[in-house]
């Protein structure tokens, strides 16, 4: 069992940047594939970004793409997004997801077996 939390949401100006964290409990962290995902106001949840377990392979969005990026510490047992140069688009409550027994698709929710309840980001215009 894993329990995800997020934090590092808030209010941001266009062109801003924000860290987003998901701190992760459970011993097996280490072993899981991780995402993001967004759900944008009115819309549905959407593919973000996912990183392995050794961190050594990375994927996005095309919409984040050299915006963002995904990392982990397994020693803390977190994993982060930086997001930069945001857009009033990046609005939306990001999730951050744990996939035990990574498949071939990896961008898609029903992979991932356990999510936190997300933290909200909001980029002004």
């Known amino acids: 069992q894993v329990q995800l939390v997020e934090s590092g949401g808030g209010l941001v100006q266009a062109g801003g940047s924000l860290r987003l964290s998901c701190a992760a409990s459970g011993r097996t962290f280490s072993n899981y594939r991780m995402g993001w995902f967004r759900q944008p106001p009115g819309l549905e949840r959407e593919f973000v ?3 392995t377990w050794s961190g050594g392979s990375t994927y996005y969005a095309e919409s984040v793409k050299g915006r963002f990026t995904i990392s982990r510490d397994n020693a803390e047992n977190t ?29 898609v929710p029903w992979e991932y077996d356990y999510w ?7 980029v002004s215009s």
């Open 49 to 51: 970004a996912a990183i």
């Open 79 to 107: 994993v982060y997004l930086q997001m930069n140069s945001l857009k009033p688009e990046d609005t939306a409550v990001y999730y951050c997801a744990a996939d035990p027994i990574p498949g071939a698709e990896v961008a």
């Open 116 to 122: 936190g309840r997300g933290t909200r980001v909001t």
